[in-house]
């Protein structure tokens, strides 16, 4: 996915809003783990959908969940991945992309995440897959990350960056960590039309995210970084179903909602869940970015 908007919150007096700590996103996803996992699903990040594959009558969740694997395959095409690489994810979930990658590419994963209760998720989902050998999960900050530097082959963060107040930091991070001239894959969210107030606030109550750059914001920070773009792959029409996956499996899921979270907050979401998919199908971009060190950088 994407991250799943949290229930709705008091809401944010319009006007430009505090930037969002690491610690808030830590708190963020603390809060919203349980519904994460019931609308997300194993992976939280964005599906890559064909034609028709939200037709028929199967579970919404099923459907999401293959078009989230066919992008994990994806990213991992994108990079290269072989057997015996090593790749971090950053900002890793619940593990799932990770577990999916090293079973399929017959590579070890270590992934980091600011959410403790997601690290101890992917940790017990790595041992139920016995694959505790091959991947491991600690917490880590994307902007401070705990590993050593020229250490990776390989380096992801699927859907991670639109929650860094400094992603040119988290960019430089990640080219640290890599091997020199290892690839680098970074997604990021992007803003197709000027957000109003109220649209940064529902950014930031619904999703955790930071302001988001433009494109050409995205570029630059990539150059900042002392990173080039070697593939930039404008996603935003494969994704564009999720929104639809989504509120059907809000739909589908909802009276499991009501019993696990309340009424009240169920109501809440009856309410407010249109228009925050809405807001992510028609203003928001997503872009996949294959990237290297700049050889003099
Ligand atoms: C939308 S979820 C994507 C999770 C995972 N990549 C996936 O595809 O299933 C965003 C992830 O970024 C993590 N995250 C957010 N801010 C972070 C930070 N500063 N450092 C590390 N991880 C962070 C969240 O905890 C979460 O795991």
Not at 160 to 179: I, K, M, N, W
Not at 210 to 224: F, I, M, Y
Not at 230 to 253: C, F, K, M, S, W
Request: proline share 7%; glycine share 6%; with cysteine.
């Amino acid at each position: 996915m994407t991250s799943t908007p949290t229930a709705p919150t008091a809401p944010t007096t319009p006007g430009t809003p505090p930037p969002l700590t690491s610690a808030d996103v830590a708190a963020w996803y603390e809060a919203s783990d349980e519904l994460c996992k019931l609308i997300s699903g194993d992976s939280f990040h964005y599906g890559l959908w064909q034609q028709g594959d939200l037709d028929g009558p199967r579970p919404a969740r099923e459907l999401a969940t293959r078009a989230q694997d066919r992008m994990t395959d994806f990213f991992c095409d994108l990079l290269g991945l072989e057997p015996g690489h090593h790749l971090l994810d950053v900002g890793c979930g619940h593990g799932s992309p990770a577990l999916h990658a090293a079973r399929q590419r017959g590579i070890e994963v270590t992934g980091c995440s600011i959410s403790h209760a997601q690290i101890t998720e992917a940790t017990r989902r790595a041992a139920a897959a016995e694959m505790t050998k091959r991947v491991r999960f600690a917490l880590g900050d994307a902007m401070d990350l705990p590993h050593d530097s020229d250490r990776f082959d390989a380096v992801w963060a699927l859907d991670s960056f639109p929650h860094l107040h400094d992603p040119v930091q988290g960019l430089r991070e990640t080219a640290r960590v890599a091997r020199p001239g290892a690839p680098i894959l970074v997604t990021f969210y992007t803003q197709r039309a000027p957000a109003t107030d109220a649209e940064l606030a529902m950014c930031r109550d619904a999703f955790a995210f930071c302001p988001l750059p433009t494109h050409a914001e995205v570029l630059d920070q990539v150059r900042a970084a002392g990173l080039t773009a070697e593939q930039v792959h404008d996603l935003t029409e494969h994704i564009a179903p999720t929104g639809i996956a989504y509120e059907r499996i809000y739909r589908e899921n909802r009276t499991v909602v009501a019993e696990k979270f309340g009424t009240d907050f169920a109501e809440g979401m009856d309410t407010t869940l249109t228009d925050t998919l809405t807001f992510l199908t028609d203003k928001t971009g997503y872009v996949a970015c294959l990237l290297r060190s700049s050889p003099l950088s």
